[in-house]
T-cell receptor, first 111, second 112 residues
Framework: NAGVTQTPKFRILKIGQSMTLQCAQD?????MYWYRQDPGMGLKLIYY???????DKGEVPNGYNVSRSTTEDFPLRLELAAPSQTSVYFC??????????FGSGTRLTVV | GDSVTQMEGPVTLSEEAFLTINCTYT??????LFWYVQYPGEGLQLLLK?????DKGSNKGFEATYRKETTSFHLEKGSVQVSDSAVYFC???????????FGIGTKLQVIP
């Protein structure tokens, strides 16, 4: 089935550690997004990409980095984890009039 | 900028009750409007959408009508089930644009 795959599903990091959240799609879509979801805050856009080699900042990019070397993959990098980055992260594909297809999410806790 | 307003809840209903979750928006032009549903422990799934004024989106017994005059897109269902317990997000996508603005989500609890 076509879709969006996120790994890992859960992760606990210590303050100052780094990690990469993976997102892979088999929908052959140019548009990909990273959101974070915090209780009572809805979803906030971190970064997005309109195609391989093209990325741009969203509302809350500080503390994160992205790259897009292929159409299929859009990894999100946390360089120096902070407690404020404790959240659930969702990768989305698509958009416009068709809406998003989301992955199942990565729940990250920074301690 | 664009914004979406919805109550956080929780909304608690008995099974077979009528559901309304209000959503109003602020946007320039004529955005597309969406409802997403998030079941416990899962990602968001597109529930329904409407792309122009007076359009009605529907899916799984849920409906919402795009009302330009009141800038609203309220979600309704005639008879809820326990399995409808989830968080519901209203969202908009500006015309010709790809980035989506989400509301804060409304938690629905349906009790038997």
């Amino acid at each position: 089935n076509a879709g969006v795959t996120q790994t890992p599903k859960f992760r606990i990091l210590k303050i100052g550690q780094s990690m990469t959240l993976q997102c892979a799609q088999d929908m052959n879509h140019n548009y990909m997004y990273w959101y974070r979801q915090d209780p009572g805050m809805g979803l906030k856009l971190i970064y997005y990409s309109v195609g391989a080699g093209i990325t741009d900042k969203g509302e809350v990019p500080n503390g994160y980095n992205v790259s897009r070397s292929t159409t299929e993959d859009f990894p999100l990098r946390l360089e120096l984890a902070a407690p404020s980055q404790t959240s659930v992260y969702f990768c989305g594909v698509g958009g416009g009039d068709y809406g998003y297809t989301f992955g199942s999410g990565t729940r990250l806790t920074v301690v | 900028g664009d914004s979406v307003t919805q109550m956080e809840g929780p909304v608690t209903l008995s099974e077979e009750a009528f559901l309304t979750i209000n959503c109003t928006y602020t946007a320039t032009g004529y955005p597309s409007l969406f409802w997403y549903v998030q079941y416990p422990g899962e990602g968001l799934q597109l529930l329904l959408k409407a792309t122009k004024a007076d359009d009605k989106g529907s899916n799984k017994g849920f409906e919402a009508t795009y009302r330009k005059e009141t800038t609203s897109f309220h979600l309704e269902k005639g008879s809820v089930q326990v399995s409808d317990s989830a968080v519901y997000f209203c969202a908009l996508s500006p015309l010709g644009y790809q980035k989506v603005t989400f509301g804060i989500g409304t938690k629905l609890q349906v009790i038997p």
